[in-house]
């Protein structure tokens, strides 16, 4: 049997190096070192993404007690769902415009009234989406706008990091999402008022718990040690390899999350970290750019396939490429090409596995759409692959790569 090769992370994340993981002095003010890096006057910083999600809707609830739905698009993280059932409020999926990622602007309508609180445009895989139609939509019937860029650090608009205009963005800090802390979470907040009401919320309902920063810290330890072409095979190949060999796909794209939302405070340590590694992501962030669009071009040419950019309504928009998400011909070469590449260790994966309604174990969080319901974010979640903008896929692995799926597409 040939040796296998080792195994590509299924995004970009940023590599630690020994010097991170010092003990803190004076550099664990995370949030500084973010708003410096976004150029925004503040930063909170929460344990998760999904926390940032938590206590921003909180704030907003508190607002507007008797505005009880946020909107979300139909093809995204489930954590999103846990997290608005988690504030006790009641989910609606927006269906995409076909072919993008941005929400259908006639669906969005529908579902926007005086009883929606909130509508949650997302910038999926580093490419931004169409911020201005939501927030016009929201506006219209006195919502508020906050943006999911959890897999977006980085990206820019103009001048300006992505989601500084709007009423809210959040970045995620968890593994794969380029800059992590194993977990954690970025959120900023526009108006000043809404800001306070926000780190109002975090002050009184978030806890310091020893415990989990505690098993945090030893996490993110073994992530410093483990992402690197030697770990990645016993870390992420091994436990994939045996997902898939279960059919689990769920499990293997990690859309297995648990229902239960840690909330607590990060340490100084895991801040440190963070603030060390986040002076290399500029760099990082630029190579990965470079590499993406020669890649892009490549996929193009050698495969005839199309490879999802940024939304055409955003001037001026400059995503970031954690990976370059794909646009398969059907769902059946789509599915032929991820059987046969999945758990090869080769770069390639699915960004999620369903539309959000079709997750049998979220469907307490999720309500039911019918057969025809959304049928752009289901034919997008049937299509769309991901391949790592990994440094560690090299130029040969990738051309292996594009061989293959020009072999599926046909
Ligand atoms: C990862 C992710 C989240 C949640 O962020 P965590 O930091 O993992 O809690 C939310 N939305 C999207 C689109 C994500 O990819």
Known sequence: MAERLADVPPTAGLPLRAGDLAWPGTDADLASALARFLGVPQVQIECSGTACMVVALTALKRLAPTRTEVVVPAYTCPLVALAVAHCGLQLRVCDLQPGTLDLDPVHLHQLCGPQTLAVVPTHLGGRLTDVATAQACARAVGAWTLEDAAQALGARVGDGSVGVHSDMVFFSLAVGKGLTLFEG???VVHDPALRQACAQVSAETVPRHRGWELRRSIELLGYALCYRPAGLGLVYGRPLRQALKRGDWVAAAGDDFDPEIPLHRVGR???????????????????????????????????????????????????????????????????AAIRALWGAGCGLSLPFVHALPDYPRYARVVPAAEAGALPHARELAGRLLAISNSPWLDDARFEQVCAALARFSR
Do not use: K, Y
Not at 280 to 309: C, N, W
């Open 185 to 187: 979470g970025a959120l």
């Open 269 to 335: 340590w895991r801040q440190a970290v963070g603030v060390r590694a986040l002076a290399r992501l500029p760099d990082f962030l630029a190579q990965g750019t470079a590499r993406a669009l020669r890649r892009r071009e490549q996929l193009t040419r050698v495969t005839g396939l199309s490879v999802l950019g940024d939304s055409p309504a955003v001037p001026g928009a400059a995503g970031t490429w954690p990976v370059l998400m794909v646009w398969m011909p059907g769902a059946a070469q789509r599915d």
